[in-house]
């Protein structure tokens, strides 16, 4: 899943994989888990409570932007087009 973040800048770049524990991690330890961000750091490795914090609120921003109709819909070719 690719974030739009374009936008936002980035303090420190996340890789495919990087996302991927990411995700994984925010459906094992949801909002009421205590320390959520320091375990879901832990399960990504690599980055700090702080920077997870900041993902997801930019995810959270980039949701929000997306579902209220701002972001333009990507332009995807006809199946089976050879175009």
Do not use: C
């Amino acid at each position: 899943m690719a974030y739009f973040t374009s936008s936002h800048g980035s303090s420190s770049s996340w890789t495919p994989k990087q996302n991927k524990l990411f995700e994984k991690a925010l459906a094992v330890y949801d909002k009421d888990t205590p320390d959520r961000w320091q375990n879901v750091a832990k399960a990504v490795g690599s980055k700090s409570a702080e920077e997870v914090k900041m993902h997801y609120d930019r995810l959270v921003e980039d949701l929000t932007y997306i579902e209220s109709g701002q972001a333009p819909l990507p332009n995807y070719k006809p199946s089976g087009s050879n175009i």
